[in-house]
């Protein structure tokens, strides 16, 4: 059972940059492949973006990208995103998610929607002035 944990949430103003991170209770993330979820107050839960296995490809969504980057740490632990330029539309609370075994193919394929196994509990981003 992978735990997953998420950290660095909070209040930005828009503009402002934020970095979330997420990290795996007694393994290490770097082969697994792991997804950003963001879910806003009355819509679905939608998939920002995700990093392929052991730094695989990425995917961003559209409304996510040049603004947002994903990346692993050195020592391939944990995995980071990066926003900048933050909107009031990214308004939301993220979650990390990951899976283990899923080819880069599949993962870009389905816009990181089968990065699925493993779920954080989420963390809050606000972006408000």
């Known amino acids: 059972q992978v735990q997953l944990v998420e950290s660095g949430g909070g209040l930005v103003q828009p503009g402002g940059s934020l970095i979330v991170s997420c990290a795996a209770s007694?393994?290490?993330?770097?082969?697994?492949?792991v997804a950003w979820f963001r879910q806003a107050p009355g819509k679905e839960r939608e998939a920002v973006s995700c990093?392929?296995?052991?730094?695989?490809?990425?995917y961003y969504s559209d409304s996510v990208k040049g603004r947002f980057t994903i990346y692993r740490d050195h020592a391939a632990t944990m995995v980071h995103l990066r926003m900048n330029n933050l909107e009031p539309g990214d308004t939301g609370v993220y979650f990390c998610?990951?899976?283990?075994?899923?080819?880069?193919?599949?993962?870009?394929?389905?816009?990181?929607?089968?990065?699925?196994?493993?779920w954080g509990q989420g963390i809050q981003v606000t972006v408000s002035s």
């Open positions: 998610a990951a899976q283990y075994g899923l080819g880069h193919v599949d993962v870009l394929s389905s816009r990181c929607r089968k990065v699925d196994a493993y």
């Open positions: 990093i392929g296995s052991s730094d695989g490809p990425t």
């Open positions: 007694g393994r290490p993330l770097q082969y697994y492949n």
